[in-house]
């Protein structure tokens, strides 16, 4: 790809890759910099990109990047817990969406970490599962599976809360 | 509900892109109190996706109209996309093309005469013969010699 191509395909991506990755380090600041990080990487390797597959090459490598950094905290320089994780972006919603938002928020940050990414990649990028199975290393089967899980274990907790205000 | 058998397969991993577009329109478009607790949930869910899917970042992007030297490059090696590998497979085939026309064009050289190489089959011939003519001589001369030394009488 050249300059200009590979501008405009990022300029494309950019939203995806970073949601993607404030899901995975629940920091919005943060997962501003792996994207801009994953830009740099990408316009320095410009040249042997090719546009066929350029999307997932974006998922994978800016999930690698968050997993760094979340190797990185881990190792004890900025350790956020999941509990202490941020509350949801103010997206433009009104308060009873809003309260609901962080509701679901608090609820998906609970759940083990492939099943929240790969729930994120379903239903708020809307990503083939098959393409999912692709960004995460895994098989569409798996992907599925997780995704179910996911769903199944929000479900029940949301359905909990809608009737007994748990 | 209409959405219910949808909504089984939503929570089951099972559905198709389209078919989750179809359930989340359905289920934003009803009433809550029309709604089942697991169809209700699915909407929570869908709608918590959909505000989410409204993030945005924004990025500095390198300018690549003030970056001249980029250009060339870019030009040289965008011509097709070339990728690292098949740019280092030519190459290589190239090379060993190379070393295998040189290998079969190369003249044979049968000595050399004076620290020049003889590659003429019929020169080398010529000269060889000229070699084994004057070593008979030499020979001749010192088997004479060999015999006076030798002969007592």
Redesign the interface.
């Known amino acids: 790809m050249n300059s200009e191509e590979i501008n405009r395909e990022f300029i494309r991506l950019k939203d995806a890759a970073y949601r993607y990755a404030v899901s995975l380090l629940h920091d919005r600041d943060e997962a501003a910099d792996a994207t801009q990080d994953l830009y740099e990487k990408l316009w320095q390797r410009r040249l042997f990109i090719r546009r066929n597959g350029f999307e997932s090459l974006v998922m994978v490598s800016i999930r690698n990047i968050c997993l760094d950094r979340i190797k990185a905290r881990q190792r004890g320089r900025q350790f956020t817990p999941l509990e202490d994780a941020e509350a949801p972006p103010n997206y433009r919603v009104d308060s009873d969406d809003k309260e609901l938002s962080a509701i679901v928020h608090r609820l998906i940050a609970a759940l083990p970490e492939r099943e929240r990414e790969v729930l994120h990649l379903r239903d708020s990028e809307g990503l083939e599962f098959e393409h999912i199975a692709e960004i995460v290393g895994s098989t569409e089967a798996a992907v599925r599976m997780a995704c179910s899980r996911a769903r199944g274990k929000v479900k029940e907790e949301l359905i909990k809360i809608m009737n007994y205000g748990v | 509900m209409e959405y219910k058998e949808l909504t089984k397969r939503?929570?089951?991993?099972?559905l198709s892109?389209a078919e989750?577009q179809t359930l989340r329109e359905g289920l934003m478009a009803a009433a809550d109190e029309d709604l089942t607790?697991?169809e209700?949930?699915?909407k929570?869910?869908?709608?918590?996706?959909?505000?989410?899917?409204?993030?945005?970042?924004?990025?500095?992007?390198?300018d690549?109209s003030e970056?001249r030297r980029?250009?060339i490059?870019?030009?040289i090696?965008?011509l097709g996309?070339l990728?690292?590998a098949r740019v280092a497979m030519t190459t290589a085939l190239g090379v060993l093309l190379i070393g295998v026309m040189i290998h079969f064009t190369r003249p044979t050289v049968y000595g050399y005469h004076n620290g020049r190489p003889i590659t003429s089959y019929d020169e080398a011939q010529l000269l060889a013969q000229d070699i084994f003519n004057n070593l008979a001589h030499e020979g001749f001369a010192e088997e004479h010699n060999l015999q006076d030394l030798f002969t007592l009488d």
Do not use: C, M, P, W
């Open positions: 939503y929570f089951d991993g099972e892109s989750e607790a697991d209700r949930a699915a929570t869910l869908l709608r918590y996706a959909s505000l989410q899917s409204d993030a945005s970042v924004r990025i500095k992007l390198h690549s970056r980029s250009r490059t870019d030009a090696l965008s996309s990728n690292f």
